[in-house]
């Protein structure tokens, strides 16, 4: 396949398994620059949006120095980087949860975590100057943060361009509920795109003011991540997404011990995180086919033209995922056990088995939940080396890198 048109990374993760993304990104960044087909569509949702802002502060660079870049920045995402210790929050998100059962004004309890310490290492970290000028200089085309309004349910995409000419913003809301919405971009932003429901605080955003309000992840509602990148004009698209690509099958060992509080909240954090993303490339994947159907294909496009749509065009793709669904997981419960599991280590960080026996500690799904918080070395490491074979293995089974 050609160089020509544009290509989109997609960058799809919750908390710390961003550090799975990172290791793919060490093997697919210097296989795109090989072909001429670096990213210049940069969309990115939660975890995602933090390392795609990333990215594109380093666009100026090879894809060998951005790949350092990450992994120096992961390097220095230690917990306290990024959250508040949660025992010293006990007492607050106590107080706070009792005054609102009260009815008490003036009291909410906003987050589990408190993230004051990640805008302070967004801050730090990100080059926010040279990435708008890599925009301004054309070397990305167009970056996009995805985020959740509360007020309104819909999906606003927070889009910052090379210029009014370089990116054609779709407007109005679609039928998905789903926005574009063109700004500079800052740290707001990025901290409202990670703001996980319930786990992090909301984050108001007062800039444009046509679009100001309280935002969360913005994986909470969107059903389809493939589709900001098309609409941006992406005539290819890569996405590293950090759950199974293939839907969960039966497995005994989960009806073994009772569901508590972890299993809800692993179970609604994959179903946010990871269905979308899965349910997406298949459709992709389905509509592929349908376009190359010499049969099909003519009646489709008539169908569209008819309804005043564009018809659709194939899209190559690259997806790449853990290779097993539960790989993060497996991986986050076995660290915690191993560094996290005995009393003189749980009185040095008491965080995490604070959090651990709140919501349950025995379910095989505790690892899901884990995985999304666990900002350990050995995780980031483990996680990352997890990336970096799976993206060799994607490119070992599809020679030509790209897929339809």
Same mark, same amino acid.
């Given at each position: 396949?050609?160089?020509? /048109?544009?290509?989109?990374?997609?960058?799809?993760?919750?908390?710390?398994?961003?550090?799975? %993304?990172?290791?793919?990104?060490?093997?697919?960044?210097?296989?795109?620059?090989?072909?001429?087909? %670096?990213?210049?569509?940069?969309?990115?949702?939660?975890?995602?949006?933090?390392?795609?802002?990333?990215?594109?502060?380093?666009?100026?660079?090879?894809?060998?120095?951005?790949?350092?870049?990450?992994?120096?920045?992961?390097?220095?995402?230690? $917990?306290? %980087?990024?959250?508040?210790?949660?025992?010293?929050?006990?007492?607050?998100?106590?107080?706070?949860?009792?005054?609102?059962?009260?009815?008490?004004?003036?009291?909410?309890?906003?987050?589990?975590?408190?993230?004051?310490?990640?805008?302070?290492?967004?801050?730090?970290?990100?080059?926010?100057?040279?990435?708008?000028?890599?925009?301004?200089?054309?070397?990305?085309?167009?970056?996009?943060?995805?985020?959740?309004?509360?007020?309104?349910?819909?999906?606003?995409?927070?889009?910052?361009?090379?210029?009014? =000419?370089?990116?054609?913003?779709?407007?109005?809301?679609?039928?998905?509920?789903?926005?574009?919405?063109?700004?500079?971009? =800052?740290?707001?932003?990025?901290?409202?795109?990670?703001?996980?429901?319930?786990?992090?605080?909301?984050?108001?955003?007062?800039?444009?003011?046509?679009? #100001?309000?309280?935002?969360?992840?913005?994986?909470?509602?969107?059903?389809?991540?493939?589709?900001?990148?098309?609409?941006?004009?992406?005539?290819?698209?890569?996405?590293?997404?950090?759950?199974?690509?293939?839907?969960?099958?039966?497995?005994?060992?989960?009806?073994?011990?009772?569901?508590?509080?972890?299993? #809800?909240?692993?179970?609604?954090? /994959?179903?946010?995180?990871?269905?979308?993303?899965?349910?997406?490339?298949?459709?992709?994947?389905?509509?592929?086919?349908?376009?190359?159907?010499?049969?099909?294909?003519?009646?489709?496009?008539?169908?569209?033209?008819?309804?005043? $749509?564009?018809?659709?065009?194939?899209?190559?793709?690259?997806?790449?995922?853990?290779?097993?669904?539960?790989?993060?997981?497996?991986?986050?419960?076995?660290?915690?056990?191993?560094?996290?599991?005995?009393?003189?280590?749980?009185?040095?960080?008491?965080?995490?088995?604070?959090?651990?026996?709140?919501?349950?500690?025995?379910?095989?799904?505790?690892?899901?939940?884990?995985?999304?918080?666990?900002?350990?070395?050995?995780?980031?490491?483990?996680?990352?080396?997890?990336?970096?074979? =799976? #993206?060799?293995?994607?490119?070992?089974?599809?020679?030509?890198?790209?897929?339809?």
């Amino acid at each position: 396949m050609g160089s020509s /048109g544009t290509t989109a990374l997609v960058l799809d993760a919750g908390g710390a398994r961003s550090a799975y %993304q990172v290791g793919a990104l060490r093997v697919l960044l210097p296989e795109l620059e090989a072909r001429g087909q %670096q990213p210049r569509l940069l969309v990115g949702t939660s975890a995602g949006a933090l390392l795609g802002a990333g990215l594109a502060s380093t666009a100026h660079l090879d894809a060998e120095q951005q790949a350092e870049r990450l992994t120096g920045l992961l390097d220095r995402a230690t $917990k306290s %980087q990024v959250m508040r210790p949660l025992w010293r929050q006990v007492p607050e998100v106590v107080l706070r949860y009792a005054s609102e059962t009260l009815g008490l004004d003036g009291f909410r309890l906003r987050g589990l975590f408190g993230t004051a310490p990640l805008a302070e290492t967004l801050t730090r970290e990100i080059d926010w100057g040279r990435m708008h000028r890599n925009l301004e200089d054309g070397l990305v085309s167009a970056v996009a943060v995805t985020t959740t309004a509360i007020r309104t349910g819909e999906v606003v995409l927070f889009t910052e361009t090379a210029g009014p =000419d370089a990116v054609d913003l779709p407007r109005p809301p679609d039928e998905h509920h789903r926005r574009f919405v063109s700004t500079r971009l =800052d740290v707001e932003h990025l901290m409202a795109s990670a703001a996980i429901p319930a786990l992090f605080p909301s984050v108001q955003i007062r800039e444009p003011a046509d679009a #100001a309000g309280w935002y969360v992840d913005g994986a909470t509602r969107r059903r389809f991540p493939l589709a900001p990148a098309l609409e941006l004009g992406a005539e290819r698209v890569a996405v590293i997404g950090t759950g199974r690509l293939e839907p969960l099958g039966p497995d005994a060992t989960q009806d073994s011990v009772p569901v508590d509080l972890g299993d #809800a909240a692993a179970t609604l954090l /994959g179903s946010v995180m990871d269905e979308p993303l899965r349910h997406d490339l298949h459709r992709i994947a389905s509509r592929n086919a349908e376009v190359r159907d010499p049969d099909l294909a003519p009646a489709l496009a008539a169908h569209r033209e008819a309804r005043g $749509k564009r018809p659709h065009r194939e899209v190559p793709y690259v997806g790449i995922a853990p290779h097993a669904g539960d790989d993060l997981a497996d991986l986050a419960l076995e660290v915690y056990r191993s560094n996290h599991g005995s009393l003189r280590r749980t009185l040095r960080d008491p965080d995490l088995q604070i959090m651990h026996r709140l919501l349950g500690s025995d379910s095989p799904l505790q690892g899901e939940l884990l995985s999304y918080l666990l900002f350990d070395r050995d995780f980031f490491d483990g996680a990352s080396d997890m990336g970096r074979r =799976d #993206a060799e293995r994607w490119m070992r089974e599809h020679p030509d890198l790209w897929t339809v």
